[in-house]
């Protein structure tokens, strides 16, 4: 069973950056298309972008031009760079691997961002 860590998350201010790392065992992988995703205090989690396994990418509207997403397959890791980050951005944020409407994997533990003045 492939297993989901993400770290990175912090307090920052607006307008700063961060960067997410999502380590995920197994070695299937580097075959799948992966996903990060995030939840909100009082909403539902929500997809913000998504990367194949040959590298095209692919962002929620409320993201683009800020965040960027990437994947090293040699060491199972997929990254969430995101920058000028806003109030809105605050929430848990977690990744997987997107199968339609559903996720192949059992959740991690997320990590939180808040951003706030």
């Known amino acids: 069973q492939v297993q989901l860590v993400e770290s990175g998350g912090g307090s920052v201010q607006p307008g700063g950056s961060l960067r997410l790392s999502c380590a995920a065992s197994?070695?299937?992988?580097?075959?799948?298309?992966m996903a990060w995703y995030r939840q909100a205090p009082g909403k539902q989690r929500e997809l913000v972008a998504d990367?194949?396994?040959?590298?095209?990418?692919t962002y929620a509207g409320s993201v683009k031009g800020r965040f960027t997403i990437s994947r090293d397959n040699a060491k199972n890791m997929v990254y969430l760079q995101m920058s000028s980050l806003k109030p809105e951005d605050t929430a848990i944020y977690y990744c997987?691997?997107?199968?339609?409407?559903?996720?192949?994997?059992?959740w991690g533990q997320g990590t939180q961002v808040t951003v706030s003045s």
């Open positions: 997987n691997a997107p199968m339609g409407s559903l996720v192949l994997y059992s």
């Open positions: 197994g070695s299937i992988f580097s075959a799948n298309a």
């Open positions: 990367i194949t396994s040959g590298g095209r990418t």
